[in-house]
C-alpha cells in the first residue's frame, strides 16, 4: 500500500542521547517535511527538503538535523535531546509547491 | 508576522451545521487548506481553495475571501465521527505552509 510510515511510533529517551526518528515514502513525492506537534500550538515546521540531496531549515530547526540521500528516505536526527524535545513529530511529503501533505502516522518522543 | 487564528473549541449536535472560522495574516498568499485531526492520529486533507468563494465536497464547503483574509469551513449534517481538529493552514509566498493551532470540535447527540 502506497503512502509514508514512521518509526518509531512511540520512545522515550534520557537527555543527552542521540535518537533518528526515520520516515520512509513510496509515493515518489519530491518535497519532505518534519513537524512537530505541541498542545496548543499548530504544527511547526522543523525542516524540509524539495528535492534529493537539499535540505532546508524550517521554523524551529534548532537542536534538529536531517538528510535527503533519495527520493524516499528523510530521517530527522536529535543530537543530544533535551526535555523540550518532548513532542508528536510527523514526517509528511507532497509534489513540490502543493499544500495537500500526506502525513506519517507521528512518532510520540518524550525526552527525560 | 505571519498569523493564523481560528476558534480553540467548538460544540455543535449531531445532525446540525457548524462554521469554523479562520483569518490570517501571511507573506504572500498561495491557497487555503484544510485538514482533520483525529485525536491520536495524522492529519488527513480536506479542501484547497486558492480563488474566493465556495468549494463543496460533500457534506463539507469550504469558503475563502482573499480580501478580507478569511474562509470557513462548513459542515452539514453533523455526524459524531466528525468529532475531531480542523486545522487551517495557508501557503505563503515561498510555498511553505503556515498552520493555525486548529479548532477542536466536539460533536454531542
Known amino acids: 500500500i502506497a503512502g509514508i510510515t514512521q518509526a518509531p511510533t512511540s520512545q522515550i529517551l534520557a537527555a543527552g542521547r542521540r535518537m533518528t526518528l526515520r520516515c520512509t515514502q513510496d509515493?515518489?513525492?519530491?518535497?519532505m517535511y518534519w513537524y512537530r506537534q505541541d498542545l496548543g500550538l499548530g504544527l511547526r515546521l522543523i525542516h524540509y527538503?524539495?528535492?534529493?540531496?537539499?535540505?532546508g531549515k524550517g521554523e524551529v530547526p534548532d537542536g534538529y538535523s536531517v538528510s535527503r540521500a533519495n527520493t524516499d528516505d528523510f530521517p530527522l536526527t536529535l543530537a543530544s535531546a533535551v526535555p523540550s524535545q518532548t513532542s508528536v513529530y510527523f514526517c509528511a511529503s507532497s509534489l513540490q509547491n502543493t499544500g495537500e501533505l500526506f502525513f506519517g502516522e507521528g512518532s510520540r518522543l518524550t525526552v527525560l | 508576522g505571519q498569523n493564523i487564528d481560528q476558534p480553540t473549541e467548538m460544540t455543535a449536535t449531531e445532525g446540525a451545521i457548524v462554521q469554523i472560522n479562520c483569518t490570517y495574516q501571511?507573506?504572500?498568499?498561495?491557497?487555503l487548506f484544510w485538514y482533520q485531526q483525529h485525536a491520536g492520529e495524522a492529519p488527513t486533507f480536506l479542501s484547497y481553495n486558492v480563488l474566493d468563494g465556495l468549494e463543496e465536497k460533500g457534506r463539507f464547503s469550504s469558503f475563502l475571501s482573499r480580501s478580507k483574509g478569511y474562509s470557513y469551513l462548513l459542515l452539514k449534517e453533523l455526524q459524531m465521527k466528525d468529532s475531531a481538529s480542523y486545522l487551517c493552514a495557508v501557503m505563503d509566498s515561498n510555498y511553505q505552509l503556515i498552520w493555525g493551532a486548529g479548532t477542536k470540535l466536539i460533536i454531542k447527540p
Open positions: 527538503s524539495n528535492t534529493a540531496g537539499t535540505t
Open positions: 501571511t507573506s504572500g498568499f498561495n491557497g
Open positions: 509515493m515518489r513525492h519530491n518535497a
